[in-house]
Nanobody, 124 residues
Framework: QVQLVESGGGLAQAGSSLRLSCAAS????????MGWFRQAPGKEREFVAV?????????SYADSVKDRFAISRDNAKNALYLQMNSLKPEDTAVYYC????????????????WGQGTQVTVSS
């Protein structure tokens, strides 16, 4: 049974940092492309970042977070991370971890499994 569990969210001051974690179980983690998505109040779910299957694999970012956020993975620990620096109030959202067994793509419809989400709130 596949499970993805996010942690590390909370309240942060603008300009500070948070690191989100995603613990995966019930799947061969190294076979999956892993992504982060977020959903802000009143908005649709949007792509944040993606990393390919290798532990040091290629990455892609949404324009709104590039040069501030960094996605990484540790295949030995079945873990995915999102380092968020220079946080802005507009980063406030529920952040979701997701797994993709297919091609390296960003649209959410290609992702097979999803976590429950973790709330990130950035105050000014």
């Amino acid at each position: 049974q596949v499970q993805l569990v996010e942690s590390g969210g909370g309240l942060a001051q603008a300009g500070s940092s948070l690191r989100l974690s995603c613990a995966a179980s019930g799947l061969t983690f190294s076979n999956y492309i892993m992504g982060w998505f977020r959903q802000a109040p009143g908005k649709e779910r949007e792509f944040v970042a993606v990393i390919n299957r290798g532990s040091d694999g290629p990455t892609s970012y949404a324009d709104s977070v590039k040069d501030r956020f960094a996605i990484s993975r540790d295949n030995a620990k079945n873990a995915l991370y999102l380092q968020m620096n220079s946080l802005k109030p507009e980063d406030t959202a529920v952040y979701y971890c997701a797994a993709n067994s297919g091609l390296y793509r960003t649209p959410s419809k290609y992702y097979n499994y999803w976590g429950q989400g973790t709330q990130v709130t950035v105050s000014s």
